[in-house]
């Protein structure tokens, strides 16, 4: 399966993406992630991105697909991802959607994360991730670690993201509206949009979630299948 995840900053993107993509056996490709192991790393890529993301900006385009398409590409990834973070605007979409065709494939569905913005500032606000992964997340009052200041999963320190200044914060809430929202359109147009609410209990979006993709893989099943039938009759 190929999937898009969309939603605000703090949404839980990143969260359900963890479980979505281990459900589904599938990798988990945030390009979020990618930029901040970069930063890590200190490579030139890292460099540039950290002076967009303090700012709460997007990373420029051609450096971004260009990484989207490279993690893309790997062997983990043949027979479907889950993208979290990527595409984020309308130039990205249409990138990926040449990028898939010229593999023959299609996306599967778009999951539209929806969730107030005070509760977006909560999750953001308590958010701690690890210095060593940034796809281990916590939140302090949610999903506390079991020993404060520590990842559960690598021992890794936890930390407060650079990005999540109350005023970067703002400014990404801003650019979600003004640049990716307008993909939930893109992508509605081609029948693909699930919008689910992420309120409640991390399992139970889970679980909404996946009942969302399920209907929106049989919904199409069915549309493939119409088509099959009514070019039958034409034949005959
Ligand atoms: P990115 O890392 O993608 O950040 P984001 O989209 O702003 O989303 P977040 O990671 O902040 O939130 P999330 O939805 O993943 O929530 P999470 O699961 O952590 O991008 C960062 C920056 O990189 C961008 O601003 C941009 O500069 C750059 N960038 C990335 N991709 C780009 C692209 N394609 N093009 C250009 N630039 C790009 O959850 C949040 C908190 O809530 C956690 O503490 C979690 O524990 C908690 N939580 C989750 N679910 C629940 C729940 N159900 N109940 C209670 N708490 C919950
Ligand atoms: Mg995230």
Redesign the pocket.
């Known amino acids: 399966m190929r999937i898009v995840l969309v939603?605000p900053?703090?949404?839980?993107?990143?969260?359900?993406a963890a479980f979505l993509a281990k459900n589904l056996s599938i990798p988990h490709i945030?390009?979020?992630?990618l930029?901040?192991a970069n930063i890590s790393r200190q490579t030139e890529l890292g460099k540039l991105?950290k002076s967009?993301?303090d700012e709460?900006?997007?990373?420029p385009?051609e450096v971004?697909i260009a990484m989207?398409k490279d993690r893309m590409e790997q062997p983990d990834a043949v027979n479907g991802f889950l993208l979290?973070?990527?595409?984020?605007?309308v130039s990205?979409a249409e990138a990926l959607d040449q990028a898939l065709k010229a593999d023959g494939v299609e996306l599967d569905g778009v999951l539209d994360?929806e969730v107030p913005e005070d509760e977006v500032v909560k999750?953001?606000a308590?958010?701690?991730i690890c210095r060593n992964d940034s796809s281990h997340?916590?939140?302090v009052t949610?999903?506390p670690p079991k020993k404060e200041g520590v990842c559960d999963v690598c021992d890794g320190e936890l930390y407060q993201r650079d990005?999540d200044t109350e005023e970067t914060v703002r400014k990404?809430l801003e650019?979600y509206h003004t640049q990716t929202e307008p993909i939930i359109d893109y992508y509605a147009a081609q029948g693909l949009v699930v919008t689910i609410s992420?309120?409640?209990?991390?399992d139970e979006?889970t679980k909404r979630a996946m009942d969302a993709l399920k209907g929106q893989a049989e919904g199409r099943e069915q549309r493939d299948e119409d088509k099959n039938d009514s070019r039958g009759d034409g034949g005959e």
């Not at 992420?198 to 991390?202: R, T």
């Open positions: 939603g900053p703090g949404a839980g993107k990143g969260t359900q945030s390009t979020g992630d930029f901040r991105a967009y993301m709460g900006n997007l990373v385009d971004t989207a979290d973070g990527f595409p984020r605007n990205q994360l999750r953001i308590g958010r701690r997340v916590f939140h949610y999903s990005d990404r650019v992420a309120l409640g209990k991390v979006v």
